[in-house]
């Protein structure tokens, strides 16, 4: 009996270290569920084309999903590994997070994608290699934002969200 009870205390300690440990590692991609609509830009002969390509990148559980990467060269979800995750302060003291990407895939045909770029915030601006047997068969340069957009700042003397005290009467606009 007393072991039975033991094994259970155990078993019980392992399932939750286990879980707290599962729940730390999901939320370890700050990445994870955010979608960035950019504009593509096809690069020849060292110059872009005129022509601007709408498409999302979408981030879910280590990997990214373009439509256009798929619809065009049929990779599906890609995983990407984060070279740099960094937090400061800009000059306006503003804490700025900013990450620095690399993803790449190669499928069965030898054609490989390489993605390099960087998210500053909300923005995010990059390159995309198609190359195929080691040979650059396309190349690619993008911007864009999150999607939703930058946060609205609030402005200076914008009281609707302090909290008053009880009884004190709210400001009157002068007219």
């Known amino acids: ?9 155990i078993l019980a300690f392992i399932l ?23 504009s593509l830009n096809e690069i020849k002969d060292g110059q872009p084309t005129k022509k601007l390509l709408p ?18 060269y049929q990779f ?15 000059s306006t003291d503003t804490e700025v997070r900013f990450f620095q990407i690399e993803a790449t895939a190669t499928d069965e045909g030898n054609q490989t994608i390489m993605m390099s770029f960087t998210i500053l915030e909300w923005d995010i601006e990059g390159s995309i290699k198609i190359t195929k047997n080691d040979k ?21 003397g914008d ?12 400001e009157q606009k002068k007219e």
């Open 55 to 72: 498409d999302k990148i979408e981030f879910k559980g280590g990997k990214l999903f373009s439509d256009f990467v798929f619809d065009k």
């Open 16 to 38: 939750c270290l286990a879980s707290v440990f599962g729940y730390a590692q999901k939320e370890q991609d700050p990445l994870n569920k955010r979608i960035f609509n950019i």
């Open 136 to 156: 650059l068969k396309k190349h690619f340069e993008f911007v864009g934002r999150e999607k939703g957009g930058k946060p609205k700042k609030k402005k200076k």
């Open 1 to 9: 009996m007393k072991l039975n009870v033991f094994s259970i205390g």
């Open 159 to 170: 009281t609707s969200d302090k909290m008053r005290m009880e009884g004190e009467p709210a």
């Open 76 to 90: 599906k979800w890609i995983k990407y590994r984060i070279e740099k995750d960094s937090i400061y302060t800009d």
